[in-house]
């Protein structure tokens, strides 16, 4: 996520999230490898170079955004999803007369159920950052 993309997920957040609501932008996800490449290729490095460490203890192959019970009463709002505070009351009565056997069908968002970025869908991401072209236009004013 830039700069740009979680400034623009407080502002809609400002504009359509409520107290307890919990707002999760639906981007693509990248693996290291590929961002490693894509960089690689934008700066001149060479692929050979990159060295793969393994996973180290404890880390997460992917990352949970919205676990299964969200999804159940999250609310698609194009590119994001809102999950609403739990305010339900506690007469379970009603659970037992009218019941709810419908629900959403996502059952997980993750970044590893999520597009997946290719190397070129990296390097525009990267590109597009004004940081990330300050600094090609750096090593192209150098040649």
Same mark, same amino acid.
Not at 48 to 59: A, M, Q, S, T
Not at 61 to 76: P, S
Not at 93 to 118: C, H, P, Q, V, W
């Given at each position: 996520?830039?700069?740009?993309? /979680?400034?623009?997920? %407080?502002? @809609?957040? @400002?504009? $359509?999230?409520?107290? +307890? #609501?919990?707002?999760?932008?639906? /981007? ?10 894509? %960089?690689?290729?934008?700066?001149? +490095? ?9 996973? &180290? ?14 999804? /159940? ?5 194009? =590119?994001?999803?809102? %999950?609403?505070?739990?305010? &339900?009351?506690? =007469?379970?009565?009603?659970? @037992?007369?009218?019941? =709810? ?7 997980? @968002? #993750?970044? =590893? #159920?999520?597009?997946?970025?290719? %190397? ?10 004004? $940081?990330i072209q300050k600094e090609l236009a750096k090593e192209i004013?150098?040649?």
């Amino acid at each position: 996520m830039s700069l740009e993309e /979680a400034v623009d997920l %407080v502002l @809609f957040t @400002f504009e $359509y999230g409520e107290p +307890g #609501n919990i707002l999760v932008q639906k /981007a693509p996800a990248c693996m290291i490898q590929i961002q490693a490449e894509a %960089v690689c290729e934008l700066f001149g +490095g060479k692929k050979e170079d990159i060295k793969v460490i393994g996973i &180290r203890h404890g880390e997460k192959m992917y990352e949970t955004l919205l676990t299964n019970e969200e999804c /159940a009463h999250a609310i698609d709002l194009g =590119n994001f999803y809102r %999950v609403p505070c739990d305010k &339900r009351g506690l =007469n379970y009565d009603k659970y @037992f007369t009218e019941g =709810n056997i419908e629900r959403a069908k996502l059952s997980e @968002f #993750n970044s =590893n #159920n999520t597009k997946l970025l290719t %190397v070129e869908e990296t390097k525009e991401k990267i590109a597009a950052l004004t $940081y990330i072209q300050k600094e090609l236009a750096k090593e192209i004013q150098s040649y």
